[in-house]
């Protein structure tokens, strides 16, 4: 029988099941890496047409998450990076799969963050915890290092690198492109250049400029527009872009100019500009290109510290480059989203989650306005005239503004001042806000004036203040301004500008005086109550939050209302609101999936919850006891473990009812290896007794979940690869024995458990635990080769010694296999 290829490949896949599950299950690996990959494209591609800047959260586990998907064999949606990325209390449903994963598994064992001179490996590590000597000599002396995931840069500012030569600079970059080619990653050498120019250490971007960039590539031009030195630009660019044959005709400009605008270096981006720019538009293969781009520019543009250049760019961008006759209104709504949100707010404090940012002062966001005004806003089509002029007469100098609150409004006049959240402010203040608001307000950003407005104010009790915000914005508006002020003053005033036949009003209070005024006058809508509960819960404002549920119980029954209390930390909000919850049912909590999901996706609040464990069992039903008995065993609570593993083997009911609580008992299959981490960061690993204590309750907790797992499942629990890995990685014996002393008689440990165990240890070191295999278990080809490969590959000298010595009959071998690794690896 003759086979043509497709029929022979079919035929050798039907005969080797094994084979086409391998082809199927890398195929789907590959599927979902691309999406992965185009998902990031997708993110970033979309924030640069919106004209936004992408941000980063401060916590290391939210900014290395999204590299972990990556290659994490599971589904990976654009609904689950946005939601991994949020704040604690701009939490979204999460609808992904991973909503329903608990975090246990990426918590550490303290043993397993204890470093040597020989086990640091980790440059992030190093330069996170201020090692940079001990890097630097790691670096001369050529040995292992591991750059991981390319975040290491975050941390490697001028102030932990100051002791560093520029040899050593150079060799740092040269080390991490090598790591990453060897590893197969070269796309992350790529991005590690783009993170350095991010995070701006300019001796970095200075190494890289002469080692990593050739020529074509036009992140190099990135790189120095970010450092702002016009005479490096000049020195590595040519005069003019037609006069080069090296391939740097393909400079991007535009990009170029956005990075020296949006990291405040006017000068270069001057520069540029002046040099460039005439020339692309000569050049007509690069008119489109440029056309294209130039959105980003006259987005950035408004970051430029020169005003006269700024006009002068966004008039020339009006009449030479096609579709840019009028302004992107989704970035100029976006500019004055942000200047509304400045307005008595500090600009660093609302803007600490961005990676870089400039923050113009008010007075240069007024004129940025007028300019866009004067040049976008007043020349539109005929039919949209009227309404044009209409914004032409709204925008007002803030000299006006000043004359107009002096004279017809304020009580003080001249000596007026204010205060909001200690700092004082003066009627010059008090006249460039208003003048920014005036601005502002015919831009379709109503909610936002609200809340600046209601910052304003707060400034002072003055009615005249009202009076004057009453001439431009409805009476609707006015009172759901003044209602987020500090004084019912301002509400009292609003209240009498409202027509009587108005009833319903999103009136969110910020204080007991200003909720009782609101309630005293009748405008206290219930539904509005969720919205002033959340705002008391973060400030931990009991007084309110009880007087809130007092008066709308009914409202206040959601159960994000108890995440939230949760997320806060704070035993007394959280007892505040599950007692005014709990005082109405008179029965436990049952929390739906996905408020659960929240909650035990978050370690901190699973650790105070187990913390807190005795306080809070009478109010809530945990809907997933094993995800709690985990965080339990991690955390070390032993009381909590006991709570919920039944002390009654004889027990056989799957669940025993406990008072108003249900109970898992002794059949549970429990994760044992959760209880060998022992304690979170939480506590100071420098305690020696505290290390002591938690490592004698962690046996305790151990010995205790042995004691009731029915033998049948302790032996499959214990025979885990994660409890050998866990094992072997904190390289404790005791710990090793205690769970070796809980296995049934007749039953015995699977090879491969005792394999992974004696690799984690030559993995990571532990000479202590693989003596202990060797003497104790007698444990067969312990010191295989591929064992002692990893400990010479991680340059475990103390190891090797003790192989070299006591192993005389393989030393042969040893050497040998020394021979063939580079040197460089060996101390």
Not at 201 to 213: F, G
Not at 587 to 615: E, G
Not at 626 to 633: D, N, P, T
Not at 660 to 674: A, E, G, H, I, W
């Amino acid at each position: 029988m003759v086979m043509d290829n497709d029929q022979l490949f079919k035929h050798i896949l039907f005969q080797n099941r094994y084979l086409f599950s391998l082809i199927i299950e890398y195929i789907g690996y590959i599927n979902r890496l691309e999406n992965a990959q185009k998902i990031e494209r997708d993110v970033i591609r979309g924030a640069q047409t919106k004209g936004l800047l992408l941000r980063h959260i401060g916590s290391d586990r939210k900014i290395n998450l999204f590299y972990t998907m990556l290659s994490a064999d599971n589904h990976y949606t654009k609904e689950c990076r946005v939601n991994k990325s949020v704040l604690t209390h701009q939490y979204v449903n999460r609808q992904s799969y991973y909503a329903n994963l608990p975090l246990v598994h990426k918590l550490k064992h303290p043993s397993l963050a204890t470093r040597t001179y020989q086990t640091v490996q980790c440059v992030k590590w190093l330069l996170k915890n201020r090692y940079g000597n001990l890097l630097a000599d790691k670096l001369a002396k050529g040995l292992v290092l591991d750059f991981g995931e390319v975040m290491w840069t975050k941390y490697a500012t001028q102030e932990r690198l100051k002791d560093f030569s520029e040899d050593t600079i150079k060799l740092l970059i040269k080390r991490a492109i090598t790591f990453y080619n060897d590893n197969k990653m070269p796309s992350l050498g790529d991005t590690m250049a783009v993170t350095i120019i991010t995070f701006g250490n300019k001796r970095l971007i200075e190494e890289l400029l002469k080692i990593y960039w050739n020529k074509e590539f036009n992140g190099k031009y990135d790189a120095m527009a970010s450092l702002g030195d016009v005479a490096l630009f000049k020195r590595e660019t040519p005069t003019t872009t037609t006069t080069t044959t090296t391939g740097l005709e393909n400079i991007n400009i535009t990009s170029a100019m956005v990075v020296a605008l949006k990291n405040g270096h006017t000068d270069l981006f001057r520069y540029i500009y002046e040099t460039y720019h005439q020339e692309y538009l000569k050049e007509n293969n690069k008119m489109s290109t440029y056309a294209k781009e130039s959105g980003y520019l006259i987005v950035a543009v408004l970051f430029c510290k020169d005003l006269e250049l700024m006009k002068k760019v966004l008039q020339e961008a009006k009449t030479t480059i096609p579709n840019y006759t009028i302004f992107p209104q989704p970035s100029w709504s976006n500019y004055i989203g942000g200047v509304l949100n400045s307005i008595l707010e500090d600009p660093i404090k609302q803007n600490r989650y961005s990676i870089r940012h400039i923050f113009p002062s008010h007075q240069n966001q007024l004129e940025t306005i007028r300019i866009v005004s004067e040049i976008y806003l007043n020349d539109e089509e005929e039919e949209e005239l009227q309404q044009l002029q209409q914004q032409k007469q709204v925008f007002v100098s803030q000299e006006s503004v000043e004359t107009d609150l002096i004279n017809n409004y304020l009580v003080l006049k001249k000596d007026w001042s204010g205060e909001y959240k200690g700092t004082t402010y003066t009627i010059t203040d008090l006249s460039l806000y208003c003048t920014l608001i005036h601005a502002c307000k015919g831009h379709l950003h109503i909610e936002r004036i609200i809340k600046a407005v209601g910052r304003i104010l707060s400034l002072s009790d003055d009615q005249g203040l009202c009076r004057y915000f009453s001439t431009f914005l409805s009476p609707k508006k006015l009172i759901e301004a003044a209602s987020q002020s500090r004084f019912p003053s301002h509400i009292i005033y609003a209240k009498q500008q409202i027509p009587s036949s108005h009833k319903y009003y999103k009136l969110v209070p910020r204080s007991i005086e200003t909720y009782n005024t609101i309630k005293s006058i009748g405008l206290l809508y219930g539904p509005n109550s969720t919205f002033i509960l959340k705002r008391a819960i973060k400030a931990n404002d009991l007084e309110l939050v009880r007087l809130v549920a007092k008066d709308h119980g009914v409202y206040v029954e959601s159960q994000d209302i108890i995440v939230l209390a949760l997320e806060t930390g704070n035993p007394e909000t959280v007892v505040c609101v599950l007692e005014s919850i709990y005082s109405r049912r008179n029965n436990p909590i049952k929390l739906l999936p996905n408020p659960s999901a929240r909650i035990f996706h978050n370690p901190s609040v699973c650790h105070f919850i187990v913390s807190h464990f005795n306080l809070l069992e009478r109010y809530v039903a945990w809907p997933r006891v094993e995800l709690i008995l985990e965080y339990a065993m991690y955390f070390s609570k032993m009381d909590v473990a006991r709570y919920y593993i039944n002390e009654s083997k004889s027990s056989t009911s799957s669940t025993v009812s406990s008072g108003k609580s249900t109970r898992y008992v002794s059949n549970y299959y429990y994760q044992l290896q959760y209880g060998f981490n022992v304690f979170s960061t939480k506590i100071k690993r420098e305690l020696p007794e505290t290390i002591h204590q938690l490592f004698e309750r962690q046996q305790e907790i151990i010995q205790l979940a042995c004691r009731f797992i029915e033998p049948g499942r302790l032996i499959l629990s214990i025979n885990n690869i994660p409890v050998a890995t866990a094992l072997g990685s904190i390289g404790d014996t005791s710990l090793v024995d205690t769970v070796k002393s809980n296995v049934a008689v007749g039953e015995s440990l699977s090879p491969g458990f005792y394999q992974e165990l004696v690799k984690m240890a030559f993995q990571w070191g532990h000479l202590t635990l693989i003596k202990h295999m060797d003497y104790k278990y007698h444990l067969s080809k312990i010191y295989s080769m591929e064992n002692v490969k990893l400990a010479i590959d991680n340059n475990y000298k103390h190891i090797i010694d003790f192989y070299l010595k006591e192993r005389n009959g393989y030393k042969k071998q040893v050497l040998q296999l020394i021979d063939t690794i580079s040197p460089k690896n060996i101390n």
